[in-house]
């Protein structure tokens, strides 16, 4: 069964960093690209960042760009998002994702989710 777990959420302040981890099981990430998205209260879901099942291609949404690094292990089966001098606005429940998409490429779709790490930016 295909699974995955998020894990490092907390309350942090401003310009303060933290690193979320996705602890993958069931598949081997060496076909995986994996997305990290964020849901803020009373808004939409967006997309965070991405890295290929290749490790080749990362991605970032501009509001994260030069501060957040997103980082995968296939052979741990581990996935990262390194966040630093994070911002209010960075506050959100934090989900990876899954999509069977090999290669250098970024996934359009996202099939399997984790649960969520709550990540909250405040003074």
């Known amino acids: 069964q295909l699974q995955l777990v998020e894990s490092g959420g907390g309350l942090v302040q401003p310009g303060g960093s933290l690193r979320l981890s996705c602890a993958a099981s069931?598949?081997?990430?060496?076909?995986?690209?994996i997305g990290w998205f964020r849901q803020a209260p009373g808004k939409e879901r967006e997309g965070v960042s991405c890295i290929s099942s290749n490790n080749i291609i990362t991605n970032y949404t501009e509001s994260v760009k030069g501060r957040f690094t997103i980082s995968k292990d296939n052979a741990k089966k581990m996935v990262y998002l390194q966040m630093n001098s994070l911002k209010p606005e960075d506050t959100g429940i934090y989900y990876c994702?899954?999509?069977?998409?090999?290669?250098?490429?970024?996934?359009?779709?996202?099939?399997?989710w984790g649960q969520g790490t709550q990540v909250t930016v405040s003074s």
């Open positions: 994702a899954a999509a069977a998409v090999l290669g250098s490429a970024c996934a359009s779709e996202y099939h399997y």
């Open positions: 069931g598949f081997a990430l060496d076909f995986y690209a």
